[in-house]
């Protein structure tokens, strides 16, 4: 989603001191010296020392890490992936370059960037997950094979190299140039989609530097941060920033949890390493958010404290087994923290419990709230589908489980995941209102309510093993519709009891308003799939 960019005062520098804007240009600061360390910054020597007046401040450069960069640009190395040919699309020029089709200059600067990364002409340019800074899968225009430009670094002298992937997606040839310009051909090892990691294997008759992992959990925000790449093809480029935020969740996968840094990051950086101050690799670089296509200070890398794990198990075996407990969950929100009576909104709700699974097997039920894992206590929904997938598969593990109010332990013992589930129940939309409604239909917080007939399961497409109530219509300025409720959603549960009637529904809104609840929360299919809806027993929309 773009961002609006900030208004420009035209008094912004205007009236700086011809001084201060050197200073500033020149990166000086007025200011006490940085801690000292690998990458502290450097006492710049004193100009006319001599005749400096004895009261005036001392001048410090800023932090220089010339000193990591001379000693981990040869572990860094550029990814090369060619994929397959496509069928004819157009002659499509490469994103960020906005010139009219059939223009004379098209041609020019496709050649142009083909040219600067050493592709094939005509060639398509890498691109990431959410405008990411790699390359990705896809054949050329014209039925041409497409090149795919990106980074890595080798973590064994062997020839083992790190990289995303997305990199070398669908790859028929990998190829992997070293910082001396040594060109090597590249065996995908294994790679793991859900958190776009790939491992590559490179022969060479002589050992290659490697660079070391460093523990993302001690990084902290604000300290320096260094990547180096690939960008645009411009191999063993040094940028460096601060570590902006942690554990970002970009709606990339159900393992999110990205460093963000404002160190540039561009296409081609993909794949890259993001040290510390120490030299350590501690992320990862595998997305830009970008309403240009270039760098804006908003980067994204994979923290090794999840990379790590996932590389060790694909130098192993060449794959990523991971834990499995069976459950769809769902965020709690404000609105549904009060409809069940709970203090706060960390854990996760229980939407769905899959059959024969290992949270089917421990007891765990639909509408239960599971609120701490292994002794870890909850905050966030999101945070349950990392520490299941990182637990040793048929490891017994302690839930904490709000159920009818009360805290209770169930034991489970974790299956392995053998698909990609959807993890998250994600909340419907509104259409505009429609109606379907027969005879015997109710009204009640601004839907209309009618018990399953055959005639509806038909029309609806529901399944026969869904029993409710159905949506009929849905009021357009209604709480109901902002919600997200629509025309063929079945109401299965209101305050956690099942409903089968309208008026079923009508006797649970009565007792949630006797016990002074200000919202209902109600279970609803819809698809087959399962969510938790609270709806405000007021109208009131918010």
Not at 181 to 187: C, I, Q, S, V
Not at 270 to 282: K, R, T
Not at 315 to 332: I, N, Y
Not at 370 to 391: H, N, Y
Request: some cysteine; overall charge negative.
């Amino acid at each position: 989603m773009p961002h609006a960019s900030l208004p420009r005062s035209p008094h912004t520098s205007r009236h700086l001191p011809a001084v201060a804007l050197c200073a500033l240009l020149a990166g000086a600061v007025l200011s006490p010296a940085l801690p000292a360390g690998p990458a502290a910054a450097q006492e710049a020597p004193a100009a006319n020392t001599v005749n400096a007046a004895p009261n005036a401040s001392r001048t410090y450069a800023p932090p220089s890490f010339r000193d990591l960069a001379r000693t981990q640009v040869d572990t860094v190395v550029n990814i090369s992936s060619t994929q397959a040919p496509q069928a004819s699309g157009g002659g499509r020029l490469p994103e960020g370059m906005d010139v009219p089709p059939g223009s004379p200059l098209e041609e020019f600067f496709r050649e142009f960037r083909n040219r600067q990364r050493g592709g094939q002409p005509n060639g398509t340019p890498e691109s990431g997950p959410n405008g990411g800074p790699g390359g990705g899968p896809g054949g050329g225009p014209g039925g041409l094979p497409s090149m795919a430009l990106g980074s890595g670094f080798i973590i064994d002298p062997s020839g083992l190299i790190v990289t995303n992937s997305h990199v070398v997606a669908d790859a028929a040839e990998i190829s992997v140039t070293l910082h001396d310009g040594t060109r090597l051909p590249a065996k995908l090892v294994g790679s793991d989609a859900p958190t776009d990691l790939a491992l590559l294997k490179v022969e060479s008759d002589k050992p290659l530097a490697a660079a070391h992992w460093g523990d993302s959990e001690t990084v902290e925000v604000g300290d320096w941060v260094v990547a180096i790449g690939n960008p645009f093809g411009l191999g063993g480029s040094v940028t460096a920033g601060i570590l902006s935020a942690r554990a970002r969740d970009i709606q990339q996968g159900p393992y999110d949890e990205y460093l963000q840094t404002d160190a540039a990051i561009n296409r081609g950086n993909s794949g890259g390493p993001l040290y510390d101050a120490g030299g350590a690799v501690i992320g990862i670089n595998t997305a830009i958010y970008s309403p240009t296509g270039g760098s804006v200070g908003i980067g994204f890398a994979i923290p090794s404290s999840l990379a790590k794990p996932i590389i060790d198990q694909l130098k192993d075996g060449g794959k990523v087994r991971r834990g499995w407990l069976g459950v769809q969950v769902q965020r709690v929100t404000p609105d549904i923290a009060e409809s069940l009576g709970m203090d706060g909104t960390g854990g996760a709700l229980v939407t769905s419990v899959s059959p024969d699974s290992p949270a089917a097997t421990a007891g765990l039920r639909q509408g239960d709230v599971i609120t701490a894992f292994d002794g870890k206590p909850l905050e966030q929904m999101r945070e349950l589908p990392r520490l299941v997938a990182s637990t040793e598969i048929g490891r017994d593990v302690p839930l904490s489980v709000l159920r009818g109010g009360k805290q209770e332990s169930v034991q489970v013992t974790l299956g392995e995941l053998r698909n990609e589930p959807q993890q998250l129940a994600m909340s419907g939309s509104s259409g505009a209102p429609r109606s379907a409604q027969p005879e015997e239909s109710k009204s009640a917080l601004g839907l209309k309510l009618a018990p399953l007939t055959p005639g509806l399961r038909e029309t609806f497409s529901i399944g026969e093993d869904v029993a409710g109530v159905v949506v009929t219509e849905v009021e357009g300025d209604s709480v109901a519709s902002q919600r997200g409720l629509d025309l063929g959603d079945v109401i299965v549960e209101a305050g956690q009891e099942p409903v089968s009637t309208p008026a079923d529904l009508e006797s649970r809104i009565a007792k949630a308003k006797e016990q002074g609840r200000k919202t209902l929360l109600m279970l609803v299919s819809r698809g087959g799939d399962l969510r938790y809806v609270p709806l405000p027993l007021d109208g009131n929309k918010g």
